[in-house]
């Protein structure tokens, strides 16, 4: 199309402003830096790289910009803030020598969804049937893996659909190819602890059923030591818990930039010719 440019392999450093209107963006290809101009900036990074590109440009906490000494456009207090995610667990399952294990066949085929004990929403946990499971070469974690000669057996997962976690995403440096630093105080609500300790046992439960006799020999995490008790089932928990990868809430909508960094219409509060559109405007996962 002649009205559309697609640069890959392109780093966007930061936007450009003339006092608060967004007039273009400095970018960097092939080791060189220079800068293209737009009407109006569309931002569209996903929820870690759009509250960078934001503060790096001068939008954010204005005492968080000032310790990496880049000047505020819009002190935007809520910028990287109210980082969410659904926790994940594996529980995973030795299959029985007569049982083939495949990776080239779908991991997942089917999943099914609960409302926890005692919880006010519904259909908040969901758990995950997968074909094949190993142990990661990393961290000495159980978990998924593709090499053929390394599978174990199957895993049954967990999704908390409804995590009450909210963390933040901050600067690392002011130096765009530097990866912020993601604080997602993941499981500092022991509401969610509790669902998840509730989960493992029902995988547990699961996986040792009469419907998986034919298939699943015994499980290998966690170890039935680690189930004993409550206290032991969150240890194992902190130990093994993962990001979802389905990061969103970070320049979350709103209706005021003190509680907010985007309008219903995706433009960010204190400045002009600037929206976001990605998972980062999302306030509730």
């Known amino acids: 199309r002649d009205n559309i440019d697609i640069m890959p392999g392109t780093l966007v450093r930061k936007i450009l402003f003339e006092s608060r209107k967004a007039i273009g963006l400095e970018v960097e290809r092939h080791d060189t830096v220079f800068e293209v101009q737009g ?17 790096l440009s001068g939008i954010g906490p ?26 994940n667990l594996l529980t995973v399952h030795k299959t029985k020598p007569t049982y083939t294990l495949n990776s080239s066949k779908p991991l997942l085929q089917m999943a099914l ?12 946990v ?10 990661q070469d990393y961290g000495g974690k159980d978990g998924l893996v593709y090499t053929a000669d390394k599978l174990i057996g199957v895993f049954i ?16 440096s002011d130096k765009p190819r530097d990866t912020p630093v993601l604080n997602y105080k993941m499981l500092d609500s022991k509401w969610d602890l509790k669902r998840l300790r509730e989960a493992v046992r029902l995988c547990a439960k699961l996986g040792s059923s009469r419907e998986f006799e034919e298939f699943i020999d015994y ?67």
Not at 39 to 55: C, D, F, R, V
Not at 114 to 122: I, L
Not at 126 to 134: F, K, Q, V
Request: net charge positive.
């Open 126 to 135: 969901m758990i995950t049937m997968g074909s094949y499971a190993g142990i």
């Open 219 to 285: 499980r290998i995490d966690p170890s039935d030591e680690e189930l004993k008790t409550d206290s032991l089932i969150d240890d194992w928990i902190f130990k093994k818990v993962q990001t979802g990868h389905h990061v969103s809430g970070t320049c979350r909508m709103g209706n005021s930039r003190l509680n907010s960094v985007v309008d219903s219409q995706g433009r960010v509060h204190g400045s002009n010719s600037l929206r976001v559109c990605d998972a980062s405007i999302m306030p509730r996962l």
């Open 39 to 55: 009407k109006e900036i569309i931002l569209s990074a996903g929820a870690i790289a759009t509250p960078q590109i934001l503060m």
């Open 62 to 87: 204005k005492n968080h910009l000032r310790n990496y000494g880049i000047k505020t456009i819009v002190d935007s207090p809520n910028v990287g803030q109210n980082l969410q995610d659904h926790p």
């Open 157 to 172: 997962g967990i999704i908390l659909q409804k995590s009450n976690n909210f963390g933040q995403v901050t600067l690392r």
């Open 113 to 124: 969804s609960y409302t926890a004990s005692e919880s006010a929403d519904r259909k908040d």
